[in-house]
T-cell receptor
Framework: DTEVTQTPKHLVMGMTNKKSLKCEQH?????MYWYKQKAKKPPELMFV???????INESVPSRFSPECPNSSLLNLHLHALQPEDSALYLC???????????FGPGTRLLVL | AQSVAQPEDQVNVAEGNPLTVKCTYS??????LFWYVQYPNRGLQFLLK??????LVKGSYGFEAEFNKSQTSFHLKKPSALVSDSALYFC???????????FGTGTRLQVFP
């Protein structure tokens, strides 16, 4: 089973809203990732968690706040986003940091 | 610094013909190379990877890739294209010091019936 699930599939939010994206995997992977992808562009790494600890933060604005409650779950809390934050947000996991990453289907976010 | 280049924004091929999607890399040390495919409005799907060993790597859905050290290339190939192969393909290299994946800009493959 190489499935990473993400909810919701679509999200529309205003600039003053607070929302959260969720990611889950049950493959026993110890590394989890958040990426942002604009249309027809490659994914851009945002955060990496390794063994439930934040390993990499790619200088992402503080309006994005990651959380790793346990080894299977990864959340991305959103607050006061801008329209330019509209994108496909992808979660991925790997056995360990640096190993093959398996991606979820993504959450399509629209900020109005 | 590690990087990958995908020189073609789009590749067009007729169904049943062989396809090649090009990727070149620049790394220090031994490269860890990956190919992913992305269908519209979906996440990336892992196709194959090269770490060490045979230069010809076989992956999912009949795809294969050839690692060529002298030409620093890792082209994706398939002997007979299907219309359903039409998608966006990304080559990636693992950055040694951070273990981050560095993606190429992507190549859109269009297979015509």
């Amino acid at each position: 089973d190489t499935e990473v699930t993400q909810t919701p599939k679509h999200l529309v939010m205003g600039m003053t809203n607070k929302k959260s994206l969720k990611c889950e995997q049950h493959m026993g992977h110890r590394a989890m990732y958040w990426y942002k992808q604009k249309a027809k562009k490659p994914p851009e790494l945002m955060f990496v968690y390794s063994y439930e600890k934040l390993s990499i933060n790619e200088s992402v604005p503080s309006r994005f706040s990651p959380e790793c409650p346990n080894s299977s779950l990864l959340n991305l809390h959103l607050h006061a986003l801008q329209p330019e934050d509209s994108a496909l947000y992808l979660c991925a996991s790997s056995q360990d940091q640096g190993e093959t990453q398996y991606f979820g289907p993504g959450t399509r976010l629209l900020v109005l | 610094a590690q990087s990958v280049a995908q020189p073609e924004d789009q590749v067009n091929v007729a169904e049943g013909n062989p396809l090649t999607v090009k990727c070149t890399y620049s790394v220090s040390g031994n490269p860890y190379l990956f190919w992913y495919v992305q269908y519209p409005n979906r996440g990336l799907q892992f196709l194959l990877k090269y770490i060490t060993g045979d230069n010809l790597v076989k992956g999912s859905y009949g795809f294969e890739a050839e690692f060529n050290k002298s030409q620093t290339s890792f082209h994706l190939k398939k002997p007979s294209a299907l219309v359903s192969d039409s998608a966006l393909y990304f080559c990636a290299v693992r950055q040694h010091n951070t273990d981050k994946l560095i993606f190429g800009t992507g190549t859109r493959l269009q297979v015509f019936p």
